[in-house]
């Protein structure tokens, strides 16, 4: 079965610093790997998608995320992070035709940004 | 509408009782996803609609779980004789059809959060 995982429950850093929250795929097949950000009271919200091509895509907010085929991680990226980046980030993952409707998503990693 | 749509916003029950949520997806997305959010875990899947039709019910933990979708849009999660580990957050959400350009990009509504007691 296709599945993700978030190593860290918690990332803490400061604001204008570098951001970096982790996620490893275990997968059959070629990964379709997402990510969606949610905020207090708020639904998920899409951040971007690797399907296929470059491995640096790039997202919404200065979001990106690097997929490296030979460490199964997807991990996504901020240069500058922001305090209203703090929120909770999951990796999800899509299942393989034809249930390819289907996404399993991580734990979630709670980020919080300190001014 | 401009949004994802889940009524009510929080729901408080009593063990044995009957709960309906109701998801209202943006217009024009034929897809249509329920989930399940336990704290502290990622969302896990629950049922999938295209257009009318419960295409995967497969993630429904039992037989107390059902839902529709009698016109294609509107959806209605039903939970029967509620437990106390029924107790989560239930998200909605909606999509364009299986193999549209952008299908796997899920719009999520806030989600309903059920207490039960």
């Known amino acids: 079965a296709q599945s993700v995982a978030q190593p860290e429950d918690q990332v803490n850093v400061a604001e204008g610093n570098p951001l970096t929250v982790k996620c490893t795929y275990s997968v059959s097949g070629n990964p379709y790997l997402f990510w969606y950000v949610q905020y207090p009271n708020r639904g998920l919200q899409f951040l971007l998608k690797y399907i296929t091509g470059d491995n640096l895509v790039k997202g919404s907010y200065g979001f990106e995320a690097e997929f490296n085929k030979s460490q199964t991680s997807f991990h996504l990226k901020k240069p500058s992070a922001l305090v209203s980046d703090s929120a909770l980030y999951f990796c999800?993952?899509?299942?393989?035709?034809?249930?390819?409707?289907?996404?399993?998503f991580g734990a979630g990693t709670t980020v919080t940004v300190r001014a | 509408g401009a949004g994802v749509s889940q009524t009510p916003s929080n729901k408080v029950t009593e063990k044995g009782k009957y709960v309906e949520l109701r998801c209202d997806p943006i217009?024009?997305?034929?897809?249509l996803y329920w989930y399940r959010q336990s704290l502290g875990q990622g969302p896990e899947f629950l049922i999938y609609f295209q257009g009318t039709g419960a295409a995967d019910d497969s993630g429904l933990p039992n037989d107390r779980f059902f839902a529709v979708r009698p016109e294609g849009s509107v959806s209605t999660l039903k939970i029967q004789r509620t437990e106390r580990g029924d107790s989560a957050v239930y998200l909605c959400?909606?999509?364009?059809?299986?193999?549209?350009?952008?299908?796997?990009?899920?719009?999520f509504g806030a989600g309903s959060r059920l207490t039960v007691l």
């Open positions: 217009s024009g997305h034929t897809a």
């Open positions: 999800a993952v899509r299942d393989i035709p034809p249930n390819d409707y289907k996404l399993s």
């Open positions: 959400a909606s999509s364009l059809g299986q193999g549209a350009p952008g299908a796997n990009v899920l719009t």
